[in-house]
């Protein structure tokens, strides 16, 4: 395990060594838990969690071939997207209905696959609206920004630390769009921590990355963790799993298959399965930086024109 490796080994990672290695294992100390979360795009069902729970304070990799369902599940805990069915819950009390500025107010944040740092606004700006738990930037004009803008020079401190903690304080006038893809990827993760969340999700935070930002950003992943936050990261590179997570859990068509620590999945054949009955021809660690960076200004673009 990560952790184990690594010498220290935290409480609540010691905590995953009485926890089965099955599909739906209750953890000693859950942050999160969710049961029956189902999300239904027509007759397809790409959401079919039965019951899943998040150890607090490790680091779980969420994992499975593309189309397994791993960002709409991160949609529907979220608050960007609502599941068919199901309840889940984050620190005991449920998120259901909750938009997803109060989820990340409540101490629940995720990232992007494809980053939505916003590409005509500069860095500082960007980390001032993270203080908002994400809200768009049209928030900034509404009536009750004016509360905000009380805080403006505590939000402004706390940002200008963050950005010097990614290393891109050098970057803090610069518009977001001007940022490489790996950089964007150091603004999401920076920006997510304006609001001090308790769990910080992430998806695909290494995709399109440069090998030796990677290093870095899986530096800092870890680096959430040893601040005693809970980190639930998608990722391909299996390597980096075994790496860094705590916990491994695994989806397929919508459903977990498996959970255990990165060891035992890795060994389980409903995993082997899963992989092979996969087709790999759209995983995006493979496409380059610059075309990862066009989908993301395409996005930007799109989300912009809303
Ligand atoms: N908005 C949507 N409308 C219709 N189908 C969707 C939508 N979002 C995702 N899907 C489908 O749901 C399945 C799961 O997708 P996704 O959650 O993106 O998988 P992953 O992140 O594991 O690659 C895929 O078959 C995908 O095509
Ligand atoms: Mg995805």
Redesign the pocket.
Known sequence: MGAERAGTVPEAVRGLREVPNEPGAAKPDAILVGDHVVRQ?GG?K?VDVDHIEVQRGVITALI?P????????FNCLTGFDQPSSGKWSFNGKSLKGMPPHRVARRGMVRTF?LTKVLAKLTVIENMRLGATGQRGEKFWSAPFAALWRGQEAEITERADVLLQRFKLDTKREDFAGSLSGGQRKLLEMARSLMVDPELIMLDEPMAGVNPALKQSLLEHVVGLRDEGRTVLF?EHDMDMVRDIADWVVV?AQGRIVAEGTPDAVMADEAVIDAYLGAHHDTDLSDLDEDELEEEAREEIEEEERK
């Open positions: 795009f397809l790409a499975g593309n189309g397994a369902g791993k960002t709409t599940l696959q998608v989806m």
